[in-house]
């Protein structure tokens, strides 16, 4: 039976009849493909959040004239959960998650989901599927709450319903070699005034075509530039992108509204400059980049994400041209914050950010 939270807000639970655990080999965790046996669910109607359950998870009914299918009103958050060798789990920043996903359905149109339910939601659901939580580097359970549309009308309008829901799946690494990265030119991500900083399904579904070029031609992601002049570097398809040039760790800023607030990406910089490690937020351009390599004053660049965690790049390919990043050594920047992250997700060094929830 599951152990009783002290929680503020009771959430009724159907548990699954017989649970899919034992069918699951821990041991070969693809990314994203095996589901725990749970999920919360929200509606909302006559604007309120009602009817909050944790349920067994299942396929949903949806009407063929549902208004996210057709247009897209759609918007996620990932972040995950560790397991400590004492058996206690640990969310990293999920307030900063819920935070985010308010901010995406501010620019969606869709209502914000109180910060209470989607905390209480996740920790009430984590703990009911604890066993879930692999244990060991690198694994985790990654939580994926998203919300969308529900509306059944087929013209151009924000929804008045909606449904939001979480659940969970044990992940490895999405990425388990450094990655080879294209420096696109041509497609754009996005624009200022678009909805590049909105976690939604849109901005990932703009991403696939040109991304499926650039895998066809031997690269594991797109480094996306600015829409309009193509010259500055923005960030990548799962996640941010910083360079360590000369020291100094450069990354682009996120005032443009074109970069998504990675709470990966906040926690490197917030740990850099707890270090004294010179920051720059400002973009960098292709230009540069191509200096620095050439240079040598280009250190490492890597990717900052929650599924991503920290990945080093291995080749980035500059208008046709590769060119290989320098070989990491045990002294670069991001094996020391991936350590010092990982110390503070598996609970292991002090948390000085109170970054940590422990259920
Ligand atoms: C994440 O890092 O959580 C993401 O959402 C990136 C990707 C899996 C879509």
């Known amino acids: 039976d599951t152990k009783k939270m002290k929680t503020s807000l009771a959430i009724p639970v159907k548990k699954i009849a017989k649970s ?3 069918e699951i080999n821990f041991s070969n965790l693809a990314f994203g493909k095996v589901i725990s046996d749970h999920m919360f669910v929200a509606d909302y ?33 990932g972040m995950k959960a560790y397991k400590n060798e004492k058996g206690e ?27 209470e339910i989607f905390m ?14 692999p244990t060991g580097k690198g694994s985790s359970l990654y939580i994926r709450p998203f919300m969308f549309a529900m509306d059944n009308y087929i013209g151009v309008k924000p929804s008045d319903t909606y449904k939001f829901i979480i659940f969970t ?23 200022e005034g678009g909805t590049g900083a909105a976690k939604t399904a849109g901005n990932y579904a703009a991403s696939l075509y040109p991304a499926l070029q ?5 690269y594991d992601q797109l480094l996306w530039t600015d829409g309009k002049s193509h010259s500055k570097i923005e960030e990548s398809g799962t996640m941010n992108v910083m360079f360590d040039i ?21 926690s ?47 080749k980035i390919n500059i208008e046709g041209k590769d060119y290989t990043m320098p070989s990491k050594g045990p002294e670069a920047f991001s094996h020391k914050v991936l350590a010092e992250l990982d110390g503070i997700k598996y609970g292991e060094i002090e948390d000085p950010h109170h970054w940590i929830v422990k259920i």
Request: some cysteine.
């Open 20 to 22: 899919k655990l034992p």
């Open 45 to 77: 109607v006559n604007g309120e959040w009602t009817d909050l359950r944790i349920e067994p998870y299942a396929s949903l009914q949806l009407d063929p004239a549902n208004a996210a299918l057709h247009y897209g009103q759609s918007i996620f958050e």
């Open 89 to 115: 789990i640990l969310i990293f920043r999920g307030d900063a998650n819920a935070r985010r996903m308010n901010e995406s359905a501010a620019r969606m149109c869709m209502p914000e989901i109180p910060e």
């Open 120 to 133: 209480e939601g996740l920790l009430q659901l984590v703990d009911l599927d604890r066993n879930w939580v």
């Open 169 to 191: 799946c044990p992940v490895g690494a999405y990425y388990s070699k450094p990655v080879n990265v294209k420096v696109e030119t041509k497609w754009t991500r996005a624009t």
């Open 214 to 218: 650039a895998q066809k031609a031997g």
């Open 246 to 266: 000369n020291g100094t760790l450069v990354t682009a800023p996120t005032h443009t509204g074109t970069i998504l607030k990675g709470i990966t990406r906040d």
């Open 268 to 314: 490197v910089l917030q740990l850099a400059k707890d270090w004294g490690k010179p920051v720059e937020e400002r973009f960098l351009t292709v230009s540069e980049l191509v200096e620095a390599i050439e240079n040598g004053t280009l250190k490492e660049a890597f990717g900052t994400g929650t599924a991503a965690t920290i990945a080093h790049i291995a």
